[in-house]
């Protein structure tokens, strides 16, 4: 299956991550999803997460349980067995779990500081964290002018390790690279999302992340 998707591993410094081409009938059934639940008070309010995450964001929702399991099983089991087996190579996956997961709804200023999916996840063993772009808008695409001054506007960026001569220790993916992409990295890798600039208040970034947990037949779970 992992044939037909579009992936790479690769590592920008220690860490290694992973990066996917969402399909587009992800992106539709995710985006349906996600219209359900905002137009429907009593799923609005069961389907809210925001209290339990960091940062400054409009809008912060839980996944379809039923959504989420159809692409899990067609799209993103494949992908973090391959990233798995890399690292584990004589290992053997008993179950790969997707614990939380949830969209999040940016507008103009929002932001999350520098975190890591460890410092929530304390009482749980998680492995890996993701994030997936579903709608990036036109105002977060930077300029010529802003890419010649460096603007870190609507970038997600990744970071390890102490900066020095010929260490690289951030990796940043940029407003005009995030269409329908998908990232794969460890919960304990620090990242920061910066807010974006737009004129019109009501323009939104949305994308969603989800915690998984990796169990092997030795019990191998570190």
Not at 84 to 101: P, Q, R, V
Not at 194 to 215: G, L, M, V, W
Request: one cysteine or more.
């Amino acid at each position: 299956m992992t044939d037909k998707i579009n992936f790479k591993i690769f590592k920008p410094f220690g860490s290694t991550l992973a990066k996917a081409v969402l399909p587009l009938d992800l992106i539709k059934d995710f985006k349906e999803d996600l219209k359900n639940i905002r137009s429907d008070k009593e799923k609005k309010n069961n389907h809210d997460w925001g209290e339990r995450l960091v940062g400054h964001v409009a809008e912060e929702y839980l996944i379809t349980p039923e959504i989420m399991l159809k692409w899990k099983k067609s799209f993103f089991d494949p992908i973090i067995a391959s990233y798995t087996n890399a690292h584990y190579k004589e290992e053997k996956i008993e179950s790969i779990l997707i614990n939380s997961a949830w969209y999040v709804v940016s507008k103009p200023g929002d932001y999350n500081p520098c975190h890591r999916h460890t410092e929530y996840t304390k009482t749980k063993n998680y492995h890996l964290s993701c994030v997936g772009y579903l709608q990036i808008p036109e105002a977060m695409i930077p300029t010529e002018n802003a890419k010649q001054h460096n603007d870190f506007s609507g970038n997600t960026e990744f970071i390890e390790g102490s900066e020095g001569m010929f260490t690289d220790v951030n990796y940043r993916i940029t407003p005009n690279e995030m269409e329908r992409t998908w990232i794969l990295f460890p919960n304990s890798l620090s990242h920061i999302v910066y807010p974006f600039n737009s004129t019109n208040k009501d323009e939104e970034r949305i994308s969603f992340s989800f915690n998984a947990t990796i169990n092997f037949s030795s019990s191998k779970n570190s």
